[in-house]
């Protein structure tokens, strides 16, 4: 489908219900407009992003890196809309370029269609 073609209620928004350390936005393929992330901890995290469709273990390369501030927050948008072919995991992590996963402090929203 193009997004041309979708419909009128799109953007959806996948939202975290409680802090989360992780986050599946999109189960399955679909294209991403952007996410929020809010960082509750006292230190910094690197944001990775996973084109899978369930939250990876520790040591997994992500395909995106992004960092988020201590108690701050970080909004990304992708115009056009970014297409991931499984999904759209987020993750916060102490080490940048592999998943060292972080404790339950982060809320994620990911808007997509």
């Known amino acids: ?21 992780a986050h599946v936005g999109l189960a399955g393929s679909g294209h991403v407009f952007g996410f929020t992330v809010y ?12 084109d899978r469709s369930s939250i990876p273990g520790n040591g997994a ?9 201590a108690k ?11 297409w991931f072919r499984s999904g759209c995991v987020l993750c916060n992590s102490s080490t940048d370029s592999t998943l060292t996963a972080g404790s339950a402090d982060c809320l994620f929203d990911v808007q997509y269609a």
């Open 1 to 21: 489908m193009d997004w041309h073609e979708l419909p009128d209620e799109w953007p959806r928004n996948g939202t975290s219900a409680a802090l989360q350390a």
């Open 39 to 50: 960082n509750s901890n006292a230190a910094d995290q690197f944001i990775l992003v996973f």
């Open 61 to 69: 390369t992500p395909d995106l890196i992004f960092t988020v501030g």
């Open 72 to 82: 701050d927050d970080l909004l990304i948008t992708w115009i056009p809309a970014r």
